[in-house]
């Protein structure tokens, strides 16, 4: 069996960086400092609870910081795809926080993985999110939100 990275740290700049974009649109729209960054270290810790919980949290924040929920959700359709290249089919649903029925359903999909795809698809998703969060740290910082600047500089 060949190793092979799957392009992790390119996925995980690539969120980060339209994450970034993002926060500095809005604040450019609306003065108000966004923060979806922060989200990259939530990611990290909620590997910890499962696929099912890290699939939930977009929902959680689709209504309030859809922003922030954007964020989620574009990172596990990067494990999907990921996934998907190495041959494990991973559910991935589109789902609206208000079909319980809906959610109920993707949840119970996540659930019958069996245990050794799930061991697999947890480990890419540690390896991913690490990855987020180390291009966050990179990019993180005064300049993030600095809306004069030019697409050249920094």
């Not at 190793?3 to 500095?24: E, F, G, I, N, P």
């Not at 919980?53 to 989620?72: A, C, I, M, T, V």
């Not at 559910?91 to 799930?118: F, G, H, S, Y």
Request: aromatic share 8%; with cysteine.
């Amino acid at each position: 069996m060949a190793w092979t990275s799957y392009s992790l740290d390119q996925k995980a700049q690539q969120l980060v960086l339209d994450a970034r974009q993002r926060d500095r649109d809005a604040m450019a729209a609306t003065g108000k400092r966004k923060n979806s960054l922060n989200q990259s270290f939530k990611m990290r810790e909620s590997v910890a609870y499962g696929l099912e919980r890290f699939w939930g949290e977009h929902l959680r924040l689709q209504l309030k910081e859809p922003d922030k929920s954007l964020y989620w959700k574009e990172t596990w359709d990067a494990l999907v795809e990921v996934m998907q290249q190495s041959g494990i089919t991973v559910p991935n649903d589109r789902v609206n926080v208000d079909n319980t029925l809906a959610v109920k359903a993707m949840a119970q999909k996540l659930w019958q993985i069996n245990k050794e795809d799930q061991r697999i698809i947890l480990a890419v998703l540690t390896q991913l999110c690490d990855c987020i969060v180390w291009w966050t740290q990179r990019y993180k910082g005064s300049a993030e939100l600095n809306t004069n600047e030019t697409e050249d500089e920094g």
